[in-house]
């Protein structure tokens, strides 16, 4: 593995705006890009979103905090497919709504999982709760005010049996509760006009997906572990090298510790009732006593040790234009992720390098100044071009 924890990348559930029971299961790390490919305003949509009456299409939810794009990739595959992954084996329904769900699955030999809102809810609380997923910093983004309905009144039972470090935030008018995010994402009014206006969903348009909001913390390290000599670990007090070990740093900005990763991870386990668990989820700084995800302090050393290309473009002087204004590059992060419609029907790898290879193609052709041809708004995933109207 050669590159660092990602800074963002999200599974999402899209919602038809004109046809509310047709609904998409997809992953990306740039959901603003992703909506407007699948909206049609950009190359590269999915064939499965392309039919104008299903569009414009809205995210309902999305799901982020995964540590690199196969763990998304797995998540994704797991709530299309809940009747069929092994995931939700070792689940044990807490409440009767969702034990009524799992004993209601589809049979094993069927491909579609649950194709309703409130059933792509209750698979999303199932797979919270699974084994392999639980231990994950996940947060769950609740933008549909039918989706937040369901969650407050069915699914907020089943929730409660979630880890205390998976996080569920409703948006604005998608219901009553206000984000307890100390950084809540802004929720502007929705745009109800035509063309682009009426596909664009300011909320996600408001989410960072750079590595800008970890900036601080990086440089800080880079500070703290660039001195001569090289600083001792906190709890051990042995010298603590960049380039001769793994060094983690606090990330609060008048803390000064430095510690080994592995004593960090075992003085972190210390504080879990489970000392059985290798890897920890979150812990109280030894220094400053604030409480750290073990996921941010990973994603500053990977980003230090794996990231020059980002690190690059994080320290990079902004360019400026002919008025004085810097410029700043709207796209940040490619986005070659293609999905699948909620009819169960599987993308293959082959299909996915097809589609990856036909993205870099439409690049090369429009960055072409001798050959100009026109570019279709849709790039096909599947030879399965027909889209069912979902009931509920």
Known sequence: MDRPIPAFYCVYLLRSTK???????????????????HNGLVTGGASRTSRAKFRPWRMAIIVTGFPSKIAALQFEWAWQHPHLT???????????????FMQDF?????????????????S???????????????????????????WQKRVKRSASHVTSHVSVRVHGDAGPNASSNPNPVRNNERSHGSGQDAARQPEIDALDVSFQPYKAHVQKSFEALSQDPAPCCTLCELAAHHDKGFALTCSSPGCSMVAHMGCLA????????????????????????????????????????????????????PRKRNNGDPKVDSELTPDHSDSNFDDGE?????????????????????????????????IANSDYDDIDELSE
């Open 19 to 37: 046809s509310k029971t047709s609904l998409y299961t997809g992953s990306t790390p740039n959901p603003r890009r992703r909506l407007k490919q």
């Open 86 to 100: 092994r995931h939700l084996r070792d689940v044990e329904p807490e409440s009767e709504d969702l034990r009524k």
């Open 106 to 122: 589809p049979m094993k030999n069927q491909k579609q999982g649950p194709r309703s809102l409130s059933g792509k809810l209750l």
């Open 124 to 150: 999303l609380v199932s797979l919270l709760r699974a084994q392999s997923f639980s231990r994950w910093p996940l947060q769950v983004d609740l933008f549909d005010p039918e989706a937040a309905d369901i």
């Open 266 to 317: 075992d003085n972190f386990l210390r504080e879990e009732t489970n000392q059985e668990r290798i890897v920890p989820v979150q812990g109280t700084c030894p220094k400053c006593r604030t409480n750290l995800l073990w996921a941010n302090l990973t994603r500053d050393l990977t980003l230090r040790m794996r990231g020059k290309a980002d690190l690059e473009r994080l320290f990079r002087q």
């Open 346 to 378: 599987e993308c293959t790898d082959e299909e996915d390098n097809r589609n990856e290879t036909r993205s870099e193609c439409v690049e090369i052709s429009r960055a072409s100044a001798t050959t100009r041809k026109s570019l279709p708004n849709v």
